[in-house]
């Protein structure tokens, strides 16, 4: 016999009162309308990052990329963007909020942040308040992590 998943559902389409029933159901339209429009931003940003190495490998020096940073930045908004669009899907799947994913997506865009970084443009406190913000982050993924891990896992 099949189980239901385990968890609290944020929208469930079954529920017994009847406005919340139909205020789910366009939620969850909502969702899909979300999640259509990600792919349009995918895809114009892997057109827009394709068209910024053409540019850059067919314009003197050629073969090189002036700012290797910049292109960087670039792949790593389309993976974010990825990971948006696995938010979404798992949530029209699921109807259960992907508290892990949405961590991991906070990591990465910050990571993405840290890494074309000009260090001329922040303070020590800012980068201080950025390290902060990569603790928090991974802290919290790691526990939520154990947690996932059941019941299995000894405290200490």
């Known amino acids: 016999m099949a189980t239901k998943q385990q968890g609290h559902e944020e929208l469930p389409i079954e529920s017994s009162d009847p406005v919340l029933r139909v ?8 969702a899909y309308v979300l999640a259509i429009a990600m792919v349009g931003v995918i895809i114009e940003g892997v057109i827009s990052v394709i068209y910024q190495l053409y540019q850059a490998l067919t314009s003197a020096p050629f073969f090189m990329v002036p700012d290797i940073v910049k292109t960087f930045s ?7 963007a990825f990971e948006i669009f696995a938010n979404i899907t798992l949530y029209i799947r699921s109807d259960v909020f992907p508290v892990k994913l949405v961590i991991a997506t906070a990591l990465m ?16 406190l800012d980068l201080i308040g950025m390290a902060a913000v990569v603790i928090a982050l991974g802290a919290t993924y ?15």
Not at 74 to 80: C, D, E, N, S, Y
Not at 109 to 124: E, F, G, H, N, T
Not at 143 to 155: E, F, H, N, T, Y
């Open 74 to 80: 670039g792949f790593l908004a389309v993976l974010i």
């Open 23 to 30: 205020l789910h159901w366009i939620m969850r339209g909502a």
């Open 109 to 124: 865009a910050i990571a993405r942040k840290i890494i074309v970084l000009d260090m001329s443009q922040y303070s020590a």
């Open 142 to 156: 790691w526990l939520v992590s154990r947690i996932d891990q059941g019941p299995g896992i000894k405290a200490g």
